[in-house]
Nanobody
Framework: QVHVVESGGGLVQPGGSLRLSCAASGSIFSMISMGWYRQAPGKARELVADITGGGTTNFGDSARGRFTISKDNAKNTMYLQMNSLKPEDTGVYYC????????????????GGQGTQVTVSS
């Protein structure tokens, strides 16, 4: 069984910072990619940022220049450092994680976490 758990959300004032973590555990091998998605009230889910197992990163327009994404392959954990936060960054942040299930790279699966709430408000 595989678990994906997000943490680090909370309430922060505009201009502040937060660091989100997403940890995958269970019967998994190497990371294919992990990504953060945001669901704001009344809006569609959108990509915030993602990172491949090889370290290639991709950012949504709203995150580019303010957020950084990183990973620790040994811990199967991904981090999202969010700086200069704005009220429009408010939402539930979900982690998606894609991992190989064997060491031959022939079988893979994607799991999602429960989400962590980020609220940017004065």
């Amino acid at each position: 069984q595989v678990h994906v758990v997000e943490s680090g959300g909370g309430l922060v004032q505009p201009g502040g910072s937060l660091r989100l973590s997403c940890a995958a555990s269970g019967s998994i091998f190497s990371m294919i990619s992990m990504g953060w998605y945001r669901q704001a009230p009344g809006k569609a889910r959108e990509l915030v940022a993602d990172i491949t197992g090889g370290g290639t990163t991709n950012f949504g327009d709203s995150a580019r220049g303010r957020f950084t994404i990183s990973k620790d392959n040994a811990k199967n954990t991904m981090y999202l450092q969010m700086n200069s936060l704005k009220p429009e960054d408010t939402g539930v942040y979900y982690c998606d994680a894609a991992f190989y299930l064997d060491d031959h790279g022939t079988t893979w699966h994607t799991w999602g976490g429960q989400g962590t709430q980020v609220t940017v408000s004065s």
